[in-house]
Structures are given as structure tokens and as C-alpha cells.
């Protein structure tokens, strides 16, 4: 797909003027961004950079003390009326929480459930789809991220990239409009890497909208339709995956891809 | 043997075996109503609304802050003077109940506490909310970490309701007394005593060990 292709869908996930503070570090510092239908935008940048935090106020599991957030068009989590929040019931935040999937640096599972178990628990207790129906969807999706034979696991029984194979098919189950990726590789031992990034460009490849801060600059060069460099709370460059990495216009993104390219 | 009477003891078997009998009656009406109870509390210490979460710790402390025998004797003899009339199992059942809330709330609040903060964000994140999370992740998860130590808690328990006997409910210690009132055995019968007590704790802190060993060895496929 090429650039132009985006400018004619409408955006999933929009944000306008993101402010976050940690204490008196401020993390993000007016963020704006917008993902497109089908898109797969990668996040790179130094550790610190607030990439992540960026990640969980889409999500609102940070709450950003100025900014917007559009999830599929509509205003997520707040109204903001002549300056003043009005945060949204705990149900509404919820029910837009459900509609993005969230994949996490440890994958967090649920240990008390199966593999099969942390897929259905959501849609069963938040959709209040049948479980059945339900059972059926986990056992396909399990087969998609390739482990149809540990439907009846528990999660500490699985390799660290099985687990987040599970956690990606978990967010899957939800049928989400959009799926965020927090450093997803970042805690696996490099031989699991391979197959974690497998299911993710299958992923990309059916066009699901995709959000993924990561530190793999291949996958983000192969598989991102934009890259976005942020450091210090800033999108400090943005643009297509080959010119970001084969021709970088900003001195901080040719310094800091010199740095993770030599290792 | 001089000290230990067989006669007596066959005589008062019975009636020491009914005590027994009470004692662990009274022991497990407490053991259901504060591990629910206490529950509340802890999930009231972890309000966000303030007042609830002053009243709650105040009542944990004062529960923590004065003797168990003192609860029993302000239950049964001081409340009748405001009005509040009980029988001694109420009352022994209601001071167990409240003491023993106090420290078991403690117990789940570190228990839900040791949940690491990425199940509330997987939970979060899948749009569960509060409420729904702390009831099929995290509290699920909680109870089994504290499972052990709530069971040495009510080995304690079982230990203290002991004290009930200054509320003449009639368990096992009560019993003895008022049998040795009337034949001065107290060897035979606070020694059978004693053994009864320790032929239901003994075993019941092996039972504790082996939820300890459980609880620990993770979640895991049962094995066929």
C-alpha cells in the first residue's frame, strides 16, 4: 500500500495535544497523531522517550492531564467543555477500552485461567457473548498465533513467547478496531522474538490497525506503513518506514538509528 | 496410675466430646462469617471514598489495639446495659467474628495488594471494569496466595474460642471447668481436654502445609 491510500480512509485512533506529566517530569508533551484504517504505525525512539506512556493514555490505563482522544471518531474517556474535564462513567471508559486491543511488554496473562480460559474471560464477562460462541472464536484464534494444541495450558506453562502469542490472540478475541503493541519483544529471550513478530505482520496483513511501539527497527522498517521518532516527549519525525530509515531529516533520528543499527 | 483417673475419664467423655463439639461448631460459624466479612473491610480500607476508608481503619485498630477476652466480656456483659441483649454463642460468635475480621482484612489487603499491576491493566485493557476485575482477576488470584495463612489464623481460632468460656458458652474448656467444680479431676480432665485440641489442630496445620505447598508449585495442568 502506499501513502495515499490512508488519506482516503478516516482515522481509528486520533489524538490531538496530548499532555502527561509524571510528578514534575513531563513525559509527553503535546502529542498529535492520528491512525488510520488498516494502518500500521510503528513508535521508535530512546528509552524515556515517552513511547509507552503514550501508548496507555490511548488506552487510558495513564490519564493525560491536557489533549484529545478519538477513538473511531468519537471523544474517548472525557468531555472537555470551555476548558473543564467531565471524565466519562467508569462504564463508558470501559466500553471504549474494549473496542482496542492492548498487548503488553510481560505479557500479563491471567495465571488462574487456561490459555483458552484468558481468551474467553472478556468477551464472555464483558460482551456477554455466549460461551460457546465464545470457545469456538478462542479455539480459531488460538490456531491462528499457531498454538491450537495448548488450549488447556495455564500460562506458567508456556515459553515466554507462547505466552505472548496467547496475549495477542487474548486482544484478539475481543474483535477490536485497533490494536496497540507495547514493546511487545522487549522481554523475550531473542530465539522467541522471530515468532511473536510472525503473528504480528500475519496481523498487519489482514489490515488490522495497528499502534506499535517496539525497538525492532526491522520489523518497523518491513512491516510499518509510517514510522514515528519521538524522544523527549515529542513525535520529533514522522514519515514512511524507508525514508526514516534511509534518509532521515532530523539530526536526533539519524543519531539515535546510528545508535541502535550499530549494535 | 495416680494422676490420670480411666474411670473418670470414661465418665466424662461424653460430656467433653459434646464440648468439643461446640467448640468447633462456634469455630466454623466464625471461620464463614469473617472470611466474608472481612473481605468487606478490606475492600472498604480500599475505598476511594475517604470516610469509609477512616471508619474501616479505625475499627481495625481498635479491634487490634485492645484484648480479645475484653471483646468478649463488652459484647456480653457491658452491651445489655445500652440495651443490646445476647445469648453467649451470639455474643462469643459476634466478638470472635469482629476480632478476627480485623486481622484477616489485613491478610486479604496484602493479598490483593501482591497482585502485580499489570493483571489490573490486562484487565483494564480488555474493558473490564473495577469491580468485574477485582472479582474474576484479581481477588480469584488473592484468596489463593493468603489461602495458608487464613488457615493459620483459624487454627488460631480455634484455639481462642478457649476464651468463650467467660460467656459460659459451653465448649470444651467451659465443660472441664464445671466438671472439675464437681469431682476436682482437673489432671484427667484438662489433660483429655488438651488432647482433644490437639487432635483437631495437628492435623489441621498439616492441612495448612499442604495448601502451602500448593499454592506455591503455580498454576499448573492437572495431570491424569
Same mark, same amino acid.
Given at each position: 500500500?502506499?501513502?495515499?491510500?490512508?488519506?482516503?480512509?478516516?482515522?481509528?485512533?486520533?489524538?490531538?495535544?496530548?499532555?502527561?506529566?509524571?510528578?514534575?517530569?513531563?513525559?509527553?508533551?503535546?502529542?498529535?497523531?492520528?491512525?488510520?484504517?488498516?494502518?500500521?504505525?510503528?513508535?521508535?525512539?530512546?528509552?524515556?522517550?515517552?513511547?509507552?506512556?503514550?501508548?496507555?493514555?490511548?488506552?487510558?490505563?495513564?490519564?493525560?492531564?491536557?489533549?484529545?482522544?478519538?477513538? *473511531?471518531?468519537?471523544? !474517548? =474517556?472525557?468531555? +472537555?467543555?470551555? &476548558?473543564?474535564?467531565?471524565?466519562?462513567?467508569?462504564? #463508558?471508559?470501559?466500553?471504549?477500552?474494549?473496542?482496542?486491543?492492548?498487548?503488553?511488554?510481560?505479557?500479563?496473562?491471567?495465571?488462574?485461567?487456561?490459555?483458552?480460559?484468558?481468551?474467553?474471560?472478556?468477551?464472555?464477562?464483558?460482551?456477554?457473548?455466549?460461551?460457546?460462541?465464545?470457545?469456538?472464536?478462542?479455539?480459531?484464534?488460538?490456531?491462528?498465533?499457531?498454538?491450537? *494444541?495448548?488450549?488447556? !495450558? =495455564?500460562?506458567? +506453562?508456556?515459553? &515466554?513467547?507462547?505466552?505472548?502469542?496467547?496475549?495477542? #490472540?487474548?486482544?484478539?478475541?475481543?474483535?477490536?478496531?485497533?490494536?496497540?503493541?507495547?514493546?511487545?519483544?522487549?522481554?523475550?529471550?531473542?530465539?522467541?522474538?522471530?515468532?511473536?513478530?510472525?503473528?504480528?505482520?500475519?496481523?498487519?496483513?489482514?489490515?488490522?490497525?495497528?499502534?506499535?511501539?517496539?525497538?525492532?527497527?526491522?520489523?518497523?522498517?518491513?512491516?510499518?506503513?509510517?514510522?514515528?521518532?519521538?524522544?523527549?516527549?515529542?513525535?520529533?519525525?514522522?514519515?514512511?518506514?524507508?525514508?526514516?530509515?534511509?534518509?532521515?531529516?532530523?539530526?536526533?533520528?539519524?543519531?539515535?538509528?546510528?545508535?541502535?543499527?550499530?549494535? | 496410675?495416680?494422676?490420670?483417673?480411666?474411670?473418670?475419664?470414661?465418665?466424662?467423655?461424653?460430656?467433653?466430646?459434646?464440648?468439643?463439639?461446640?467448640?468447633?461448631?462456634?469455630?466454623?460459624?466464625?471461620?464463614?462469617?469473617?472470611?466474608?466479612?472481612?473481605?468487606?473491610?478490606?475492600?472498604?480500607?480500599?475505598?476511594?471514598?475517604?470516610?469509609?476508608?477512616?471508619?474501616?481503619?479505625?475499627?481495625?485498630?481498635?479491634?487490634?489495639?485492645?484484648?480479645?477476652?475484653?471483646?468478649?466480656?463488652?459484647?456480653?456483659?457491658?452491651?445489655?446495659?445500652?440495651?443490646?441483649?445476647?445469648?453467649?454463642?451470639?455474643?462469643?460468635?459476634?466478638?470472635?467474628?469482629?476480632?478476627?475480621?480485623?486481622?484477616?482484612?489485613?491478610?486479604?489487603?496484602?493479598?490483593?495488594?501482591?497482585?502485580?499491576?499489570?493483571?489490573?491493566?490486562?484487565?483494564?485493557?480488555?474493558?473490564?471494569?473495577?469491580?468485574?476485575?477485582?472479582?474474576?482477576?484479581?481477588?480469584?488470584?488473592?484468596?489463593?496466595?493468603?489461602?495458608?495463612?487464613?488457615?493459620?489464623?483459624?487454627?488460631?481460632?480455634?484455639?481462642?474460642?478457649?476464651?468463650?468460656?467467660?460467656?459460659?458458652?459451653?465448649?470444651?474448656?467451659?465443660?472441664?471447668?464445671?466438671?472439675?467444680?464437681?469431682?476436682?479431676?482437673?489432671?484427667?480432665?484438662?489433660?483429655?481436654?488438651?488432647?482433644?485440641?490437639?487432635?483437631?489442630?495437628?492435623?489441621?496445620?498439616?492441612?495448612?502445609?499442604?495448601?502451602?505447598?500448593?499454592?506455591?508449585?503455580?498454576?499448573?495442568?492437572?495431570?491424569?
Amino acid at each position: 500500500m502506499n501513502d495515499s491510500d490512508y488519506l482516503a480512509r478516516p482515522p481509528m485512533i486520533e489524538i490531538e495535544g496530548l499532555h502527561k506529566h509524571f510528578g514534575t517530569h513531563h513525559v509527553l508533551k503535546g502529542i498529535d497523531l492520528a491512525v488510520t484504517v488498516g494502518e500500521v504505525v510503528c513508535i521508535i525512539g530512546p528509552s524515556g522517550s515517552g513511547k509507552s506512556t503514550l501508548l496507555r493514555c490511548i488506552n487510558h490505563l495513564e490519564i493525560a492531564e491536557r489533549g484529545r482522544i478519538r477513538i *473511531d471518531g468519537q471523544l !474517548a =474517556y472525557r468531555d +472537555e467543555v470551555g &476548558g473543564v474535564f467531565r471524565p466519562h462513567s467508569n462504564r #463508558a471508559i470501559s466500553a471504549v477500552r474494549a473496542q482496542v486491543g492492548m498487548v503488553f511488554q510481560h505479557f500479563n496473562l491471567f495465571p488462574h485461567l487456561t490459555v483458552l480460559g484468558n481468551l474467553i474471560e472478556a468477551p464472555v464477562h464483558v460482551l456477554g457473548k455466549p460461551k460457546e460462541m465464545a470457545r469456538q472464536r478462542g479455539i480459531e484464534l488460538l490456531a491462528q498465533v499457531g498454538l491450537g *494444541d495448548k488450549a488447556n !495450558a =495455564y500460562p506458567e +506453562e508456556l515459553s &515466554g513467547g507462547q505466552q505472548q502469542r496467547v496475549a495477542i #490472540a487474548r486482544a484478539l478475541a475481543m474483535d477490536p478496531k485497533a490494536m496497540l503493541f507495547d514493546e511487545v519483544t522487549s522481554a523475550l529471550d531473542p530465539e522467541l522474538v522471530a515468532e511473536v513478530l510472525t503473528v504480528m505482520r500475519d496481523l498487519a496483513a489482514q489490515g488490522m490497525t495497528m499502534l506499535v511501539v517496539t525497538h525492532e527497527m526491522n520489523f518497523a522498517r518491513q512491516v510499518g506503513s509510517r514510522v514515528i521518532f519521538m524522544d523527549h516527549g515529542l513525535i520529533v519525525e514522522e514519515d514512511t518506514p524507508d525514508r526514516i530509515f534511509g534518509a532521515p531529516r532530523e539530526p536526533r533520528t539519524r543519531d539515535f538509528l546510528r545508535t541502535v543499527l550499530e549494535r | 496410675m495416680e494422676l490420670f483417673n480411666l474411670e473418670v475419664a470414661v465418665a466424662n467423655f461424653g460430656p467433653l466430646l459434646a464440648g468439643l463439639l461446640m467448640t468447633v461448631e462456634l469455630t466454623l460459624v466464625v471461620i464463614v462469617l469473617s472470611l466474608v466479612f472481612a473481605l468487606l473491610v478490606a475492600l472498604g480500607g480500599m475505598s476511594r471514598f475517604a470516610p469509609l476508608r477512616w471508619l474501616v481503619k479505625s475499627y481495625v485498630e481498635v479491634m487490634r489495639g485492645t484484648p480479645l477476652l475484653l471483646q468478649l466480656i463488652y459484647v456480653y456483659y457491658v452491651l445489655p446495659e445500652i440495651g443490646i441483649r445476647l445469648d453467649s454463642f451470639t455474643a462469643g460468635v459476634i466478638a470472635l467474628t469482629l476480632n478476627y475480621s480485623a486481622y484477616l482484612s489485613e491478610v486479604y489487603r496484602a493479598g490483593i495488594q501482591a497482585i502485580a499491576r499489570g493483571q489490573h491493566d490486562a484487565a483494564a485493557a480488555l474493558g473490564m471494569t473495577g469491580v468485574l476485575a477485582m472479582r474474576r482477576i484479581i481477588l480469584p488470584q488473592a484468596v489463593r496466595i493468603v489461602l495458608p495463612t487464613l488457615g493459620n489464623y483459624f487454627i488460631g481460632l480455634f484455639k481462642d474460642t478457649a476464651l468463650c468460656s467467660v460467656v459460659s458458652i459451653q465448649e470444651v474448656v467451659f465443660t472441664a471447668q464445671i466438671l472439675a467444680a464437681r469431682n476436682f479431676q482437673y489432671f484427667t480432665l484438662y489433660t483429655i481436654v488438651g488432647i482433644m485440641y490437639f487432635a483437631v489442630s495437628f492435623p489441621a496445620a498439616r492441612f495448612v502445609g499442604y495448601l502451602e505447598r500448593v499454592t506455591k508449585s503455580g498454576y499448573r495442568r492437572k495431570r491424569s
